[in-house]
């Protein structure tokens, strides 16, 4: 690249960006940089999925990224592609945010983001900048840089490799890609931070520079310890229980000191998702790797585990026999805001119950379609799907809450009351006004609480 080409690149308010990967990161990231002013082609090798999305038609459910693909679309800032070869010879800078699933034992399946590397390599017709932005195992960034060098087709091009993690919460991403806590780059060369830095010149932040191992750690730890804050109020909740004190209030004492902070330490049925679980096995493998057994992040997944049997346990010793119980599930996805379902807590639960002989009539606002094909193996004959609440609920001896939308509180339980066989609520996430369900006659159990 000659100088004046390094300026004028170096040089730019906007930039062409390739995102690679339509999922929940790449559409978002896509969505939110064509709002900030680039020209984003996002690619993905799903034809489907472009074909979908080229109709402004979304694949998942997510708030407010809807508005924001059709404004991207409309502004002709945001194209969809599965030209992934054109869509690297025609940007500046490219994002890798494919998927990162786990393996049987934990450890990451890199198989996607090698992939992208070897087509990045081969249609390196110009410098450009290459952010990981899917969640790595750390080192990844050194393997992604010495496999575009080695099978790069132009010898003379150069280009610097970022490492840029996101910190998305699903049900709320679109707000956190424009109001960030912090964006971390790890960065190898000024040339790259520099452009980075002209990228996200419009988001106010703290932008934290490191080295690009730093990044990939700073990723694993922050997921890592938001999991091990969880599994502390989740046995915290345990032992609320057997001294009979309220977790909820044990969280508001610790949440005041500011070293604590009040987020994370809501006591649930565990955590789930398809960040924390498989990051902290990612985590736990990882560090075996380097050499050293994270026996606390061990413990953070068994707690997290024995939350889920723990609740069970609770619906049991109310009901005594679950044979034959008829059980409404209100909350399927992993938490409000989303459709997701992966690792949600509600998939142990229910095929708990199903174990057991309940049986199961399941209600979610927005994740009915996904639960249909989660539990497609289950013995189905026990479990009915509903688009409302109150039919749901008809018959039932126990109405169980997994996720807290807020749309359950707003129901009708004096309705649910006079629907209901035996008027037991289960509430899996602490959402519900116990002492008004226990005035209306309900009986109540929470966790901890
Ligand atoms: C998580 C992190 O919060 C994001 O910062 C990160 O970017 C993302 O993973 C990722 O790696 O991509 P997410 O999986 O969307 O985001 O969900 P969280 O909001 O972290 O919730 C995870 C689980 O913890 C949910 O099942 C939720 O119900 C549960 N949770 C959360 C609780 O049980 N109690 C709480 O107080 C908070």
Redesign the pocket.
Known sequence: MDLKNKLLLENKKNFNICVIGAG??GLVVSAGLAKLGHKVVCVDNNRKKIVLLKRLSLTFFEPGLESLVREGVKRGRLYFSYNLAEGIKNSEVIFIAVGTPPKEDGSVDLTSIENVCRVIARNLNSYKVIIEKS?VPVHTGEKVKETISRYKKKKNVSFDVVSNP??????S?VY?FFNPSRIVLGVESQRAERILRAIYKNLKTTLLVTDINTAELI?HA??SF?ATK?SF??AISRICDLAGANVERVAEGMGLDPRIGR??????????????PK?IDAFIHLSEKLGYNFSLLKEVKKINQEQKSYFVEKIKECLWVLKDKRIAVFGLS??PG?DDMRF??SIDIIESLVKEKALLFLYDPQSIGEAKRVFSGLATKKIKFFKEPYSAVKGCDCLCLL??WEEFNRLNFKKIKSLMRYSLIADG?NFLDKEKLEKLGFKYIGIGR
């Open positions: 929940h990161v969640t996101e910190f998305l919460r699903e049900g991403a956190d990723k922050c997921n938001l969880l109020i989740n987020d994370f330490l809501k006591a649930g049925v565990g955590f789930g998702g398809f960040c924390l990051d992993f938490k989303t949600s807590p996720t807290e996430r």
